[in-house]
């Protein structure tokens, strides 16, 4: 098996994938990636309703996982893709727990079990996992001279602090394009921005690492 990508539902195309980190962050993950708890057989592609995993992915575990448009990789390659609970998954993170539950994960992209042109599940092997919580201990920081809130430029809409460690910042432009900022507060007050969700349309991708506002403008 070669290439595996996916059309768009909306266009029927395929879109390129841009695979480029901006400079502040260390690399990129895949976003809409479906965690199962599934062994070996799994429900048709069109079905919806299963459950989703609650378990943390480990070090050196096989998965089954589904994915869909917004991913281009071949067998034996390896990804960075998000896992996290499904609350989290479906309707954002509602509780520290949640973040404490959810990581960039590294997978090896070991077989296709079944796909068609739209979306597939696939087994992969879990090589590397970087707790949201852990993230900005896990990389150098990147200083940036802009506030949190004026970082995107779109528009802010939301600011929401989980817990005494989170704050999520929204932006959108009249629904075609956006972030979700995913901020970590550590134990010195310090807020580190380590998850940046970016979509636009059918697409969205993550950003992750380990970016610190200029001290000189935190008041
Ligand atoms: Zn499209």
Redesign the pocket.
């Known amino acids: 098996m070669g290439r595996v990508r996916f059309k ?6 395929y ?1 390129d994938i841009d695979k480029n980190t901006p400079v502040e962050f260390e690399n990129w993950a895949y976003s809409k990636v479906e965690w199962s708890d599934f062994k070996d057989s799994v429900p048709p592609l069109s079905e919806e309703h299963w459950s989703r995993s609650e378990t943390l992915p480990r070090l050196g575990e096989t998965r089954i996982i589904k994915v869909g448009v917004t991913f281009d990789e071949s067998t034996g390659s390896e990804f960075y893709a998000d896992y996290r609970t499904e609350n989290a998954f479906f309707n954002g993170h509602e509780t520290e727990e949640e973040f404490e539950n959810s990581a960039i994960v590294k997978c090896r992209f070991d077989e296709v079990i079944i796909s068609d042109e739209y979306s597939a599940w696939i087994k992969v092997t879990v090589t590397q996992v970087l707790r949201y919580d852990k993230i900005a201990e896990l990389f150098p920081p990147h200083y940036i001279y802009d506030a949190f809130e004026d970082y995107s430029g779109l528009g802010g809409e939301g600011t929401e602090d989980i817990g005494k460690k989170w704050r999520i910042i929204t932006w959108s432009a009249q629904g075609d394009l956006g972030d979700t900022l995913y901020i970590f507060k550590d134990s010195g007050n310090v807020r580190h921005l380590v998850v940046r969700l970016n979509w636009c ?2 697409e969205e991708i993550i950003y992750f690492g380990n970016v610190v506002e200029n001290i000189d403008r935190v008041k």
């Open positions: 768009c539902k909306n266009c029927g195309e879109h349309m059918a």
